[in-house]
């Protein structure tokens, strides 16, 4: 061909971080920078607003622009774990659809017809059992097909549940005189709850997030999701001759070493194998200030010092054995401040304070 491919992939910002999910064309998209192409990643800043449909059986909640922008932020420390700085380009699909005007709108809308649009198997699953499907839903696969157009893309990667986003590129592109792209797509990741990993159900690993709970994620995974994972994580092969909870630390470190290194990965399976497997408290144990009073509201204390939401599921929590003291469940809402004052507080399994105070 005698040039570079410019090779897209777009993730839209249904959370703040990429997942392992997304990692998986972000590898493919790798593969193309060591071959000497250009990464073209697009944060989806625009198509955010309507939410891809993809594997969607109700339309998606629309998420406030300020709270893209914000989380958009973080998405290129997410993805350098993975790519080539240098050869990537950064594009926010607002550059040019948030430019678009009625006139041009309507010029994208003539390239696919309605019944075009239906044959996508969501639309057509939900046209069918008369659920409702808004025109901007219907919309969606156009704008991301425009984002072809725009970056005048030679190669989209992409899971396989976005193969009819990724061929409506190319009928788009044709339309507006431009090369159609190839489209890649590559295989998607089930989560531990085996739906597919995705920022807006939160049940994903991230590329980049606290090592520990990076690795305490990747332990969920059953030992049947483990040579799937190497496959696409890893790439490589889970060695069947391999004890399986040795297969998934292994993996969990290999995850971990590549967003914080070696050491990162030692303390986190350090970490692991005390808190979880051996049911210790952690080596560094927050500590927090107990109240003044003779008596503290632990309901209270646990939302202001541990991290639960409300005081109403810190109640749950303590009715359901799930709070313990210096090792002991405790079901009394209202403790003695001494029975507190340098004591150890468990939360579940994972959430550990000290409390400290005159």
Same mark, same amino acid.
């Given at each position: 061909m005698g040039r570079s491919l410019r090779v897209k992939l777009g993730i839209d910002v249904t959370a703040p971080h990429i997942h392992l999910g997304n990692g998986i064309p972000l590898q493919r998209m790798r593969a193309f920078q060591d071959a000497g192409h250009v990464g073209v990643l697009i944060v989806g800043d625009y198509t955010t607003r309507i939410g891809d449909p993809s594997g969607r059986s109700d339309e998606r909640p629309v998420i406030d622009p300020a709270e893209i922008d914000r989380m958009a932020e973080r998405f290129f420390e997410s993805a350098y774990t993975i790519l080539v700085p240098e050869q990537t380009e950064v594009r926010f699909n607002s550059e040019w659809l948030a430019k678009l005007d009625f006139a041009e709108t309507l010029r994208l809308t003539r390239t696919a017809t309605v019944a075009r649009l239906l044959e996508r198997d969501d639309f057509a699953g939900r046209f069918a059992a008369q659920e409702p499907i808004s025109v901007s839903e219907l919309l969606y696969p156009l704008m991301q097909a425009y984002d072809s157009v725009a970056v005048k893309a030679d190669v989209e990667l992409g899971g396989t549940d976005q193969l009819y986003n990724l061929l409506m590129g190319r009928e788009v592109m044709e339309a507006y005189g431009i090369a159609p792209q190839v489209v890649l797509t590559t295989p998607l990741i089930l989560s531990w709850d085996g739906s597919k990993m995705s920022g807006s159900r939160a049940n994903y690993v991230a590329l980049v997030e606290a090592a520990?709970? !990076?690795?305490?994620?990747?332990?969920?995974?059953? +030992?049947? *999701?483990?040579? +799937?994972?190497?496959?696409?994580? *890893? !790439?490589?092969? !889970? +060695? %069947? *001759?391999? +004890? %399986?909870?040795q297969s998934k630390l292994r993996l969990a470190r290999f995850v971990v070493a590549r967003a914080h290194g070696e050491e990162a990965a030692d303390r986190a399976e350090d970490h692991f194998t005390r808190v979880v497997r051996e049911k210790q408290p952690p080596e560094d144990v927050p500590e927090a200030t107990l109240p003044d009073g003779d008596l503290v509201h632990l309901p209270a204390l646990l939302v202001d010092s541990a991290g639960v939401a409300t005081t109403s599921a810190a109640r749950r929590l303590i009715g359901q054995g799930g709070v313990r003291v210096n090792g002991i469940v405790v079901t009394d809402l209202d403790l003695p401040r001494h029975q507190l004052l340098g004591a150890l507080l468990q939360v579940g399994k994972r959430e550990y304070v000290r409390f400290t105070g005159p």
């Open positions: 520990e709970e !990076q690795f305490g994620k990747m332990m969920r995974f059953s +030992d049947d *999701a483990l040579g +799937d994972l190497y496959r696409l994580v *890893a !790439q490589s092969e !889970q +060695d %069947p *001759a391999e +004890d %399986p909870m």
